[in-house]
């Protein structure tokens, strides 16, 4: 099964590089330049070695320092979100937008709203209330694909039952809303 930056392409696998891993790449090539790329005795002619050597050692450095640093940050944050730092505690929202990412609504009630989730942080709800019309609606690209294949196999006539589930950091599993169950027999059928 191929990685996350892996493709298979008829029985083949092969390797492509994302924007992060060229953070981590490009360091690599400059550390190898520093120390091997340079032919030190066309350069020892030319300008004095100390001179020199120090100058593109000192750059070489700094360059790898700072994009190996940049490439940890990105990896780091990478598909990990916060979970909510602020509290609301008490709000009522009626015919509104409310963004929810990071947030903790406590005994918050919700009246005919939008939540919205942008995907940066984890939104939690203690005690709320809900009345009218609640839409959820998010711009971020895993919810939409991940949405879009939930409603597409569940459409698909083959289906019988149909599960949405989520794996957390820790490899557990849990449903997604309720269990599909399809009856494929003609309406007034019983079985």
């Known amino acids: 099964m191929p990685g996350p930056n892996q493709r298979e392409t008829q029985g083949q696998s092969w390797f492509r590089l994302t924007k992060e891993d060229w953070y981590f790449a490009i360091p690599t090539v400059l550390a190898v330049a520093a120390f091997f790329g340079l ?39 990478k598909g990990v979100l916060r979970p909510a730092t602020e509290t609301i505690y008490g709000r009522t929202y009626h015919n509104e937008s409310v963004e929810i990412d990071d947030k903790m609504f406590d005994h918050c009630r919700f009246e005919n709203v939008t939540l919205i989730f942008r995907g940066t942080g984890i939104p939690a709800f203690n005690k709320v209330t809900v009345d009218g019309n609640i839409v959820l609606k998010s711009d971020h690209v895993a919810v939409r694909v991940f949405h879009e294949i939930s409603g597409m196999i569940s459409r698909f006539s083959g289906t019988k039952k149909f599960q949405s589930l989520v794996i957390d950091e820790h490899g557990n599993v849990t449903p997604i809303g309720p269990l599909v169950v399809k009856d494929d027999r003609p309406p007034g059928t019983k079985g």
């Open 39 to 77: 032919d030190w005795r066309a350069v020892r002619e030319h300008v004095p070695p100390s001179d020199l050597r120090q100058v593109l050692t000192a750059v070489l450095a700094i360059a790898s320092i700072v994009l190996s640093w940049r490439g940890w940050r990105i990896a780091k944050r």
